[in-house]
Protein backbone atom coordinates (compact mmCIF):
# COMPACT_ATOMS: atom_id res chain seq x y z
CA UNK A 1 0.00 0.00 0.00
CA UNK A 2 1.12 3.33 -0.75
CA UNK A 3 2.28 5.44 2.47
CA UNK A 4 -0.05 8.37 3.09
CA UNK A 5 -2.60 7.24 1.10
CA UNK A 6 -5.80 7.56 2.29
CA UNK A 7 -9.12 5.82 1.13
CA UNK A 8 -11.56 5.01 3.91
CA UNK A 9 -11.79 6.87 7.26
CA UNK A 10 -14.77 6.09 9.86
CA UNK A 11 -15.52 9.66 10.67
CA UNK A 12 -15.60 10.69 6.50
CA UNK A 13 -17.52 7.90 5.76
CA UNK A 14 -20.03 8.35 8.74
CA UNK A 15 -20.38 12.30 7.60
CA UNK A 16 -20.37 11.42 4.09
CA UNK A 17 -23.46 9.07 4.16
CA UNK A 18 -25.61 11.04 6.25
CA UNK A 19 -25.38 13.56 3.61
CA UNK A 20 -25.50 11.12 0.21
CA UNK A 21 -29.18 12.21 -0.92
CA UNK A 22 -27.79 15.97 -0.76
CA UNK A 23 -24.40 15.01 -2.29
CA UNK A 24 -26.94 13.01 -4.90
CA UNK A 25 -24.61 11.90 -8.22
CA UNK A 26 -21.79 14.02 -6.72
CA UNK A 27 -21.08 11.58 -3.98
CA UNK A 28 -18.17 9.69 -5.29
CA UNK A 29 -16.40 12.44 -6.99
CA UNK A 30 -17.11 14.48 -3.49
CA UNK A 31 -15.83 11.46 -1.75
CA UNK A 32 -12.80 10.67 -3.54
CA UNK A 33 -11.58 14.76 -3.57
CA UNK A 34 -12.09 14.26 0.27
CA UNK A 35 -9.74 11.53 0.42
CA UNK A 36 -7.44 12.89 -2.08
CA UNK A 37 -6.77 15.82 -0.40
CA UNK A 38 -5.97 13.62 2.84
CA UNK A 39 -3.37 11.77 1.01
CA UNK A 40 -2.00 15.28 0.20
CA UNK A 41 -1.79 16.53 3.40
CA UNK A 42 -0.32 12.98 4.45
CA UNK A 43 2.15 13.20 2.21
CA UNK A 44 2.99 17.10 2.93
CA UNK A 45 3.61 15.97 6.17
CA UNK A 46 4.54 16.34 9.61
CA UNK A 47 1.04 16.13 10.63
CA UNK A 48 -1.39 13.29 9.22
CA UNK A 49 -5.02 12.58 9.05
CA UNK A 50 -4.52 10.66 12.05
CA UNK A 51 -2.67 12.85 14.44
CA UNK A 52 -5.87 15.22 15.20
CA UNK A 53 -9.38 13.96 15.46
CA UNK A 54 -10.54 17.43 14.05
CA UNK A 55 -8.79 17.14 11.07
CA UNK A 56 -10.87 13.83 9.34
CA UNK A 57 -13.89 16.24 10.55
CA UNK A 58 -12.40 19.07 8.99
CA UNK A 59 -12.37 16.91 5.81
CA UNK A 60 -15.32 15.11 5.42
CA UNK A 61 -17.18 18.77 5.98
CA UNK A 62 -14.60 21.60 4.26
CA UNK A 63 -16.97 21.63 1.13
CA UNK A 64 -20.00 20.14 2.00
CA UNK A 65 -22.16 23.52 2.03
CA UNK A 66 -22.63 23.09 -1.10
CA UNK A 67 -24.41 20.70 -1.94
CA UNK A 68 -26.22 20.84 1.88
CA UNK A 69 -26.76 24.36 1.60
CA UNK A 70 -27.05 25.16 -1.96
CA UNK A 71 -24.54 27.93 -2.36
CA UNK A 72 -21.35 28.16 -3.74
CA UNK A 73 -20.17 30.73 -0.86
CA UNK A 74 -20.06 27.60 1.04
CA UNK A 75 -17.09 27.93 3.74
CA UNK A 76 -19.26 28.97 6.68
CA UNK A 77 -22.24 27.01 5.69
CA UNK A 78 -19.48 24.15 5.84
CA UNK A 79 -18.36 25.37 8.87
CA UNK A 80 -21.70 25.24 10.79
CA UNK A 81 -22.60 21.78 9.26
CA UNK A 82 -19.48 20.45 11.21
CA UNK A 83 -19.78 22.68 14.33
CA UNK A 84 -23.56 20.96 14.61
CA UNK A 85 -21.87 17.48 13.88
CA UNK A 86 -19.71 18.24 16.95
CA UNK A 87 -22.45 18.93 19.19
CA UNK A 88 -24.52 16.53 18.17
CA UNK A 89 -22.00 13.49 18.39
CA UNK A 90 -21.17 15.06 21.53
CA UNK A 91 -17.38 15.11 20.57
CA UNK A 92 -16.64 18.10 23.16
CA UNK A 93 -13.04 16.68 22.61
CA UNK A 94 -12.50 18.00 19.35
CA UNK A 95 -11.36 21.83 19.21
CA UNK A 96 -14.63 23.80 16.99
CA UNK A 97 -12.48 26.47 16.73
CA UNK A 98 -10.02 24.15 14.66
CA UNK A 99 -12.27 22.92 12.51
CA UNK A 100 -14.19 25.86 11.78
CA UNK A 101 -10.24 27.71 10.67
CA UNK A 102 -9.63 24.00 8.47
CA UNK A 103 -12.85 24.95 6.45
CA UNK A 104 -13.08 28.49 6.34
CA UNK A 105 -9.33 29.11 5.45
CA UNK A 106 -8.62 26.46 2.98
CA UNK A 107 -9.28 28.60 0.22
CA UNK A 108 -6.82 31.18 1.71
CA UNK A 109 -4.77 33.41 -1.25
CA UNK A 110 -1.71 33.83 0.90
CA UNK A 111 -0.09 31.46 3.59
CA UNK A 112 -1.76 30.65 7.06
CA UNK A 113 0.02 31.68 9.71
CA UNK A 114 -2.05 32.30 13.05
CA UNK A 115 -1.07 30.57 15.86
CA UNK A 116 -1.88 28.37 17.09
CA UNK A 117 -3.00 26.22 14.30
CA UNK A 118 -0.59 27.42 11.43
CA UNK A 119 0.63 24.42 10.46
CA UNK A 120 -2.16 22.69 10.55
CA UNK A 121 -4.33 24.72 8.64
CA UNK A 122 -1.30 25.25 6.06
CA UNK A 123 -1.02 22.12 4.98
CA UNK A 124 -4.14 21.08 4.86
CA UNK A 125 -4.61 24.74 2.32
CA UNK A 126 -1.97 23.32 0.53
CA UNK A 127 -3.57 19.89 0.09
CA UNK A 128 -6.40 21.30 -1.10
CA UNK A 129 -4.53 23.36 -3.80
CA UNK A 130 -2.92 19.84 -5.31
CA UNK A 131 -6.17 18.57 -5.83
CA UNK A 132 -8.18 21.71 -7.19
CA UNK A 133 -5.21 22.22 -9.34
CA UNK A 134 -5.23 18.94 -10.50
CA UNK A 135 -1.75 18.32 -9.58
CA UNK A 136 -0.20 21.40 -11.63
CA UNK A 137 0.54 22.88 -7.87
CA UNK A 138 2.44 20.44 -5.66
CA UNK A 139 4.06 22.17 -3.21
CA UNK A 140 6.90 19.26 -3.18
CA UNK A 141 4.69 16.26 -3.25
CA UNK A 142 6.67 14.03 -5.98
CA UNK A 143 4.13 13.96 -9.41
CA UNK A 144 4.76 10.47 -9.57
CA UNK A 145 2.59 10.32 -6.15
CA UNK A 146 0.10 12.95 -6.96
CA UNK A 147 -0.71 10.20 -10.03
CA UNK A 148 -1.00 7.98 -8.17
CA UNK A 149 -3.34 9.12 -5.83
CA UNK A 150 -5.34 10.22 -8.66
CA UNK A 151 -5.11 6.75 -9.49
CA UNK A 152 -6.67 5.17 -6.74
CA UNK A 153 -9.06 8.42 -6.13
CA UNK A 154 -10.29 9.16 -9.76
CA UNK A 155 -11.92 12.15 -10.14
CA UNK A 156 -15.44 10.54 -10.80
CA UNK A 157 -16.68 14.16 -12.36
CA UNK A 158 -15.27 16.57 -8.92
CA UNK A 159 -13.42 18.83 -10.95
CA UNK A 160 -16.36 18.95 -13.93
CA UNK A 161 -19.03 20.20 -11.12
CA UNK A 162 -16.40 22.87 -9.72
CA UNK A 163 -16.09 24.28 -13.13
CA UNK A 164 -20.52 23.82 -13.79
CA UNK A 165 -20.22 25.80 -10.45
CA UNK A 166 -18.04 28.04 -11.40
CA UNK A 167 -19.58 28.80 -14.75
CA UNK A 168 -22.92 29.46 -13.21
CA UNK A 169 -21.38 31.94 -10.24
CA UNK A 170 -20.13 33.84 -12.73
CA UNK A 171 -23.35 34.29 -14.64
CA UNK A 172 -25.48 34.63 -11.93
CA UNK A 173 -22.69 37.61 -9.98
CA UNK A 174 -19.87 38.48 -12.28
CA UNK A 175 -18.28 40.62 -9.45
CA UNK A 176 -18.19 37.65 -7.18
CA UNK A 177 -17.08 34.96 -9.26
CA UNK A 178 -15.11 32.94 -6.49
CA UNK A 179 -17.18 34.01 -3.11
CA UNK A 180 -15.03 31.12 -1.00
CA UNK A 181 -12.01 32.51 -2.07
CA UNK A 182 -10.48 34.49 1.38
CA UNK A 183 -7.15 36.70 1.18
Not at 61 to 69: A, E, R, Y
Not at 104 to 113: A, W
Not at 117 to 140: K, M, P, T
Not at 162 to 173: D, H, I, K, P, S
Request: aromatic share 10%; proline share 6%.
Amino acid sequence: MMQGLVVENEVVERVLHAHRAALGRDYDGYRNHVYRVSSYFNGLGPASLGSTPALAVAAAFHDLGIWVNHTFDYLEPSSRLARDYLVAQRLGDIDPVLVHELIVQHHKLRPYRQAPWAALVEQWRRADLVDVSLGVVRFGLPRAYVREVQRRLPDRGFHLCLATLTLRQLARRPWNPLPMMKW
